[in-house]
């Protein structure tokens, strides 16, 4: 009886100890993986990074060639899209925190989040078809349009969700001097939530600067600089698969290298926005 | 005084309900361009667009089944790989790793979602499809090359390096949810089992069956990113609208169908069927999300319900 009793504990204790060993290996694993991608990118994207790599437009295959344009063009409709998304995204989080408990509310909640979800592919054919057709071309305004569709969701959630930690009695304090509702939501809640909400921004920004799939037929691509909203406009993420799905060797370095911009930029922003969030808790 | 307030209420208020509005309106517009521009195929080919398995545009010749087979088989891989590694690491942070472990192993997961679909693909292009080509292929093939999953040629671009894509990519996301739905519970629980006897792992279990619908949510919510995820696959699959039963042959998703053709589409028809796909796309991943953000909530919500 003894030892029966004994052999079940042993076994309870391995089986512990071995799904210990299981759970951390998985983290472990993943955590690797991370290390090895961003290792890769590293080591293959820094053999081809030049100042004239960071300056120049693409050039037939030989003769050099950069992604000045297309950083330019990444900036432009990430601007646009910035511009857009950001102050429409945080009205309409104000409005779902201090107005939204009710059954509109409820539907815009539950549709933002619906939105968040689909497949980026397809906001890029909703503006193909309400831009690009009606215009008879792409343009970096369809490419902006379509990345300030993706970021308002994300934007409007994490407003709401930032905004519902200010405490109530800010805002009892303020109505109980006679201000306005507005008012204490303008000049009060808003201000207090400010830094969570630049931190949702940030990360809804660094987002849609890696998105591609909406802008393959919104913007599509462009060899030049374009400074102009009503042309087809380059973007890094577009011609990292440009690079990337070409015939040469030379495309291939050149595709590295311009994801390392693109990836340093990203992880940069994600990283800093963590650490200084960090600091408030 | 009062009454500059009222106004001043009022404004507010409907700029802000105009921007809420606005996520509503968007829904709805997406819905209805999509539908308007789908119609010539739709009034074409009805339903049987959905069984067809031929796809030549040149010829007229609209069918999506090739696109739904590839979508579905790569997702159910990709979910086979990914969630008992995203289970483990979810179970690793929240119950098992001490703090000082925990946060910067969560934080490199959550890096991993931040890495841009695009760079997936150029990583598997160029180093997990020579992996597979040169070391995984041959292995599986030399095992258990009997198995029609194993057979076929091996190039490297094909099902299962986009479904491994896939895998990676969807592991953070249904990590992060699991972490939320574990985290959820109650520890009275925790520490009831561990005040019996229980040893850690028979209080994770304990853990697990309460949060179960939960972590079947997050489950789900993969499964959405999956079947939309465009980008890494378009760039591994190999873009061939076939259906075989072999891991390694090229095969085409709806995502990758329509980021590879949607631009040279200029013949209406063609164009049409594309977005008709796409509605298909839209309307699978609008229902798969909704079912996903339930079962999560069921959990979340009964568990601060408990707590308070």
């Known amino acids: 009886m003894a030892t029966t009793g004994n052999m079940f504990e042993r076994r309870r204790r391995l089986t512990n100890a071995v799904m210990t060993a299981l759970t951390a290996t998985c983290a472990i694993l993943v955590t690797m993986l991370l290390l090895v991608i961003l290792f890769y990118i590293g080591a293959r994207?820094?053999?081809?990074?030049?100042?004239?790599?960071?300056?120049?437009?693409?050039?037939?295959?030989?003769?050099?060639?950069?992604?000045?344009?297309?950083?330019?063009?990444?900036?432009?409709?990430?601007?646009?899209?910035?511009?857009?998304?950001?102050?429409?995204?945080?009205?309409?989080?104000?409005?779902?925190?201090?107005?939204?408990?009710?059954?509109?509310?409820?539907?815009?909640?539950?549709?933002?989040?619906?939105?968040?979800?689909?497949?980026?592919?397809?906001?890029?054919?909703?503006?193909?078809?309400?831009?690009?057709?009606?215009?008879?071309?792409?343009?970096?305004?369809?490419?902006?349009?379509?990345?300030?569709?993706?970021?308002?969701?994300?934007?409007?959630?994490?407003?709401?969700?930032?905004?519902?930690?200010?405490?109530?009695?800010?805002?009892?304090?303020?109505?109980?001097?006679?201000?306005?509702?507005?008012?204490?939501?303008?000049?009060?809640?808003?201000?207090?939530?400010?830094?969570?909400?630049?931190?949702?921004?940030?990360?809804?920004?660094?987002?849609?600067?890696?998105?591609?799939?909406?802008?393959?037929?919104?913007?599509?691509?462009?060899?030049?600089?374009?400074?102009?909203?009503?042309?087809?406009?380059?973007?890094?993420?577009?011609?990292?698969?440009?690079?990337?799905?070409?015939?040469?060797?030379?495309?291939?370095?050149?595709?590295?290298?311009?994801?390392?911009?693109?990836?340093?930029?990203?992880?940069?922003?994600?990283?800093v926005v963590r650490l200084v969030t960090r600091k408030r808790y | 005084m009062a009454k500059t307030g009222a106004l001043g209420d009022t404004i507010f208020r409907s700029i802000l309900l105009i921007a809420a509005a606005s996520i509503l309106l968007i829904v709805a517009a997406i819905l209805v361009m999509m539908a308007s521009n789908a119609l010539p195929t739709f009034e074409r080919f009805g339903f049987g667009f959905l069984v067809g398995r031929e796809w030549r545009p040149a010829q007229e010749e609209f069918g999506a089944l090739p696109f739904i087979f590839g979508t579905v088989v790569s997702s159910l891989i990709a979910l086979i790989l990914s969630v008992p590694v995203s289970l483990g690491i979810a179970i690793f942070l929240v119950e098992q790793a001490p703090q000082k472990l925990a946060r910067p192993i969560a934080f490199m997961v959550e890096l991993l979602a931040a890495i841009p679909s695009v760079v997936y693909g150029l990583w598997g292009i160029f180093v997990l499809a020579p992996f597979i080509r040169n070391y995984l292929g041959p292995v599986l093939q030399n095992n258990l090359g009997f198995i029609p999953l194993f057979q076929g040629r091996l190039t490297g671009i094909g099902m299962l390096t986009g479904a491994m894509i896939l895998a990676l990519m969807i592991t953070p996301i249904i990590t992060a949810v699991v972490r939320d739905v574990l985290e959820a519970v109650p520890t009275t629980q925790r520490e009831a089992a561990l005040a019996l006897g229980a040893t850690k792992w028979e209080t994770t279990t304990i853990v697990l069956g309460n949060a179960a619908s939960g972590i079947a949510g997050a489950v789900v919510l993969g499964l959405g990113r999956a079947i939309g995820e465009t980008m890494a696959v378009t760039m591994v699959i190999g873009n061939s609208p076939q259906i075989t039963a072999s891991l390694f042959e090229p095969a085409n998703t709806i995502a990758s169908l329509l980021a590879a053709n949607f631009a040279e589409a200029t013949d209406r028809l063609y164009l049409s069927a594309l977005i008709e796909i796409g509605l298909v796309l839209f309307l699978v991943t609008f229902v798969v999300n909704s079912l996903a953000k339930l079962l999560i909530l069921s959990v979340t919500r009964a568990n601060k319900e408990k707590q308070v």
Request: proline content about 5%.
């Open chain 1, 45 to 271: 994207g820094i053999s081809s990074l030049s100042f004239e790599f960071l300056v120049e437009t693409p050039k037939p295959v030989g003769e050099g060639g950069g992604i000045g344009n297309a950083i330019v063009g990444s900036a432009m409709m990430t601007l646009l899209a910035a511009a857009i998304g950001l102050p429409l995204g945080i009205a309409a989080g104000l409005y779902l925190a201090e107005y939204g408990q009710n059954w509109f509310g409820n539907i815009v909640r539950f549709l933002a989040d619906t939105l968040i979800g689909i497949p980026s592919i397809i906001i890029g054919i909703f503006v193909y078809t309400l831009v690009v057709l009606p215009m008879g071309r792409q343009s970096g305004l369809a490419g902006g349009l379509a990345l300030a569709i993706i970021m308002l969701p994300i934007v409007a959630r994490t407003t709401e969700e930032m905004i519902r930690l200010v405490p109530n009695s800010m805002r009892e304090g303020a109505l109980a001097l006679g201000a306005p509702q507005w008012r204490v939501s303008w000049n009060i809640v808003l201000p207090a939530a400010a830094s969570g909400i630049a931190t949702g921004a940030m990360l809804a920004i660094a987002r849609v600067t890696g998105e591609t799939a909406p802008l393959l037929f919104t913007a599509l691509n462009s060899r030049f600089y374009n400074y102009y909203y009503d042309q087809p406009m380059s973007s890094l993420t577009v011609q990292i698969f440009n690079y990337a799905t070409g015939p040469f060797e030379v495309e291939h370095a050149m595709a590295w290298a311009a994801t390392l911009i693109l990836v340093a930029l990203i992880l940069m922003i994600n990283i």
